[in-house]
């Protein structure tokens, strides 16, 4: 695929989910194939049109943006997908060539999205070249998810914290 298509900076693929009961479901890619040439970052930030997790990246492009952070527990792979992004167009194989197996020890859908929330904030923070349109959508993406961990608040107080964070954004 990438011998076909050398400008790519990296390709992804859908999934295929084993639960724990050993049913399956095929998660192929939700996507835009020219939105994704024309507009990678925005269309993954926006979308996330494939999971990160299942993303071939071109060597040199992985080494240019210094790989994985550490700083993000179960969204590093969303952090170097759009740091990826930023470089080139991303293309999409329509399979699904991965296989995910889903278990209690996977990562938490609040966990998730408070991680995202960081990962998110800090692109919002550190590029200061994005366009309004691009910092308004990260806005929102941020409010979203910020809301997603609200919906799962231990308690009272921490909804109402979650959901006043969400409206300053």
């Known amino acids: 695929f990438h011998e076909l298509h050398p400008d790519l900076v ?7 989910v084993q639960r724990a009961d050993g049913s399956e479901e095929r998660k192929p890619p939700r996507y835009d194939p020219e ?3 024309e507009q990678p970052y925005a269309t993954l930030m926006d979308h996330f049109a494939f999971f990160p997790s299942v993303v071939l990246v071109r060597r040199d492009v992985a080494l240019g943006v210094e790989g994985f952070s550490t700083e993000y527990h179960g969204a590093e792979d969303l952090d170097f997908l759009l740091k990826v992004a930023r470089q080139g167009p991303v293309g999409m194989m329509p399979d699904c ?8 020890g996977n990562t938490s859908r609040k966990q998730l999205a408070k991680e995202n929330v960081r990962v998110l904030t800090h ?8 366009d309004p349109a691009m910092r308004r959508k990260l806005r929102r993406k941020i ?4 809301v997603s961990v609200a919906k799962r608040a231990e308690d009272k107080e921490e909804l109402r914290e979650l959901l006043a964070e969400a409206a300053k954004i």
């Open 10 to 16: 990296a390709s992804g693929h859908g999934i295929t």
């Open 35 to 37: 939105a994704l040439r």
């Open 97 to 104: 060539l991965t296989r995910m197996y889903q278990h209690g």
């Open 123 to 130: 692109h919002l923070e550190i590029y200061d070249d994005l």
């Open 143 to 146: 409010a979203r998810y910020t």
